[in-house]
């Protein structure tokens, strides 16, 4: 059976810039909404005094109908021709960064929206980092409320200019920069007539162009343990493959442990004929050998394998009130791995909105701050090039059980 084309993708921006709406519009121009669906959000803003508004598909709780944030991140489905999407709805208000990290996180390629009569605003470059922070290559712009613009062509070139050079200082640069309106509908799924002057992709044309998690299947395998089942006398391994495939019969290397075995089979429910599994693909293995393999572990095969190191270097963006201090010890998370490590150094302190350099071999790194940090483990964690795995490149900080901050790998310590 043969696993379906997604793209898991996420919108960010400051807030009010119109990322609700944009989702809202998506499904219905996709006919992703049931009707009830569509007659409860009517009914919300009839309540409300106020027109059909898209934003209200997914800002569905009370609080965020009255306040008007989005205040958490929000996972739903909508499908094109070629594929099936999960778009991420991650917040723009700024203390809700911490939610918008982890959406991004998850994401495979990200969409920034800006608005085109406010243009460019201190959250939309702080989303804009945090995009490159991450490594997200796969970016559209979309310059939204042409409408409120008269569809200006100079305006959509003066928002644009902005924001592009923005991203080019941090070495991100974007696919698309495509003039929207996502209150009407220009160049979401048909193209505007009102921007004759405009001749690129509309949304989901630049959608359907990028590539998906599944294009990794020739790469190394790279193949997290999320858990272990007992289920009867069968001791199933299961996770995510984030890069290659694995199939019955095939050798694989379990680290850091550094033992090799053998996949006896492959599992899926109600699927007996199963014997392949690929990348994106979450799946179960049976291994041949009574091995203790854990939560955390990496499955790999013995050439191309992962790195084993007690050091890394990163770029950290720091979202915690607390700063982050030289010298203490953190909770970091990498894909199914947690461990501790010491803050050995922080190299540089960034300003994450004007990428001004605030201090060399700093003491602390403050809130919203981005710092070039050394990390340094008692045990050696498995990391990867985020370009060739960004589930074992980039991570998490936690500081008393919250999220705290969020990093991309940039030197990868010694190989063992």
């Known amino acids: 059976m043969e696993i379906a084309d997604s793209l898991r993708f996420v919108i960010v921006g400051h807030i009010d810039h119109g990322k609700s709406t944009l989702i809202g519009r998506l499904f219905y121009d996709t006919d ?5 669906k569509i007659e409860e959000v009517r009914a919300i803003c009839e309540s409300l005094g106020r027109e059909m508004e898209f934003a209200y598909v997914m800002d569905h709780l009370e609080e965020e109908r009255t306040q008007g944030i989005t205040i958490d991140t929000t996972q739903t489905f909508f499908k094109t021709d070629k594929r099936d999407y999960v778009i991420i709805d991650a917040p723009g208000h700024r203390e809700f960064t911490k939610n918008m990290i982890t959406g991004a996180s998850q994401a495979e390629a990200a969409i920034l929206i800006v608005d085109a009569e406010e243009g460019v605003q201190e959250q939309t470059r702080r989303h804009a980092y945090i995009l490159g922070l991450l490594g997200l290559e796969q970016v559209i712009v979309v310059i939204n409320k042409m409408d409120l613009v008269d569809f200006s062509e100079e305006r959509y070139m003066e928002v644009s200019k902005d924001i592009t050079g923005f991203l080019y200082q941090i070495n991100t640069k974007p696919t698309y920069v495509i003039p ?21 992709p509309i949304i989901l044309e630049a959608l359907d162009s990028f590539r998906s998690l599944e294009d990794r299947i020739d790469r190394p395998l790279r ?17 995510r493959i984030e890069a290659g495939a694995i199939e019955e019969g095939q050798d694989i290397l379990v680290l850091p442990t550094g033992e090799v075995t053998t996949v006896s089979s492959v599992e899926e429910y109600n699927n007996v004929n199963k014997r392949k599994a690929v990348s994106g693909e979450s799946t179960g293995i049976i291994v041949k050998d009574k091995l203790f393999i854990d939560r955390g572990n990496v499955i790999t095969v013995p050439v191309n394998k992962p790195v084993m190191s007690n050091e890394i270097k990163a770029n950290v963006f720091w979202m915690d009130k607390e700063p982050l201090k030289k010298g203490e010890t953190v909770s970091f998370k990498c894909s199914t791995q947690e461990a501790k490590c010491l803050v050995k150094t922080i190299e540089r302190r960034i300003d994450s909105s004007t990428l001004e350099l605030i201090e060399v071999d700093a003491e602390v790194l403050e809130n919203r701050e981005v710092g070039e940090v050394v990390l340094n483990f008692t045990n050696q964690i498995i990391v990867d090039n985020f370009n060739d795995t960004p589930e074992l490149g980039r991570f998490v900080i ?3 059980l919250d999220t705290a ?3 991309i790998i940039t030197d990868l310590g010694e190989r063992s």
């Not at 992703?32 to 009830?36: K, Q």
């Open 405 to 407: 901050g969020g990093g």
């Open 32 to 36: 992703s909404l049931p009707d009830e």
């Open 223 to 239: 193949f997290p343990v999320q858990d272990v089942y007992q289920i009867g006398n069968k001791r199933i391994i299961v996770g």
């Open 180 to 200: 929207i309106s996502a209150k009407e509908g220009d160049n979401i799924a048909s193209r505007s007539g009102r921007m004759t002057w405009y001749s690129g």
């Open 398 to 400: 936690e500081k008393k």
